[in-house]
Antibody, heavy 121, light 107 residues
Framework: QVQLQESGPGLVKPSETLSLTCTVS????????WSWIRQPPGKGLEWIGFMHSRGSTKDNPSLKSRATMSVDTSKNQFSLKLSSVTAADTAVYYC???????????????WGQGTLVTVSS | DIQLTQSPSFLSASVGERVTITCRAS??????LAWYQQKPGKAPKLLIY???TLQSGVPSRFSGSGSGTEFTLTINSLQPEDFATYYC?????????FGPGTKVDIK
């Protein structure tokens, strides 16, 4: 059974960098694309970006190049850094696996439970 | 970006009813559409992909249809565990976008 678990600080100060890690168990991180999605409290879902262990990444232009994604295959983890955060970045952040092997534009079949990150001084 | 709208944004229904939710895309997306169910405090759950393919393990009372710009999610015989918010998602082009959601509540 594939499981994803987000981890990272729950509180980040404005203008600082938000850092999250997603640890994958039950599957190798190597064959799939993996995405980050966020959801502000009481609002809808926003795709942040995806990455693949081969190094390809793509992020949502709405984030104005503030998102950086990376992978650590030795730990079966992938990470998100979001720079220059503001209160508007307060959200539950989810990591998720793409449905099909090696498919970038894809739906998400496995999700982490989500982690709330609050941006506040 | 491809914009998705959903209607209604909220609906109240009874157990056993048939429910239909519509998702419209701002431009044609062929069948590159997925549907998710989200319950409070939980991650979204994939129900339907490629507009009409039922994800493994999802009850057959859920079905999806449509192509191009108009899509529907139908729940036949609504069950108590189906009360949730439903989102559509387009996978035709970047950035991937989601609809604003439809909350299904108990009448």
């Amino acid at each position: 059974q594939v499981q994803l678990q987000e981890s990272g600080p729950g509180l980040v100060k404005p203008s600082e960098t938000l850092s999250l890690t997603c640890t994958v168990s039950g599957d190798s991180i190597g064959s799939y694309y993996w995405s980050w999605i966020r959801q502000p409290p009481g609002k809808g879902l926003e795709w942040i970006g995806f990455m693949h262990s081969r190094g390809s990444t793509k992020d949502n232009p709405s984030l104005k190049s503030r998102a950086t994604m990376s992978v650590d295959t030795s730990k079966n983890q992938f990470s998100l850094k979001l720079s220059s955060v503001t209160a508007a970045d307060t959200a539950v952040y989810y990591c998720a696996r793409h449905l099909d092997v090696d498919t970038a534009l894809d739906s998400f079949d496995y999700w982490g439970q989500g982690t709330l990150v609050t941006v506040s001084s | 970006d491809i914009q998705l709208t959903q209607s209604p944004s909220f609906l109240s229904a009874s157990v056993g009813e048939r429910v239909t939710i519509t998702c419209r895309a701002s431009q044609g997306i062929s069948s590159y559409l997925a549907w998710y169910q989200q319950k409070p405090g939980k991650a979204p759950k994939l129900l339907i992909y490629s507009a009409s393919t039922l994800q493994s393990g999802v009850p057959s009372r859920f079905s999806g249809s449509g192509s191009g710009t108009e899509f529907t999610l139908t729940i036949n015989s609504l069950q108590p565990e189906d009360f949730a918010t439903y989102y559509c998602q387009q996978l035709k082009s970047y950035p991937v976008t989601f609809g604003p959601g439809t909350k299904v509540d108990i009448k």
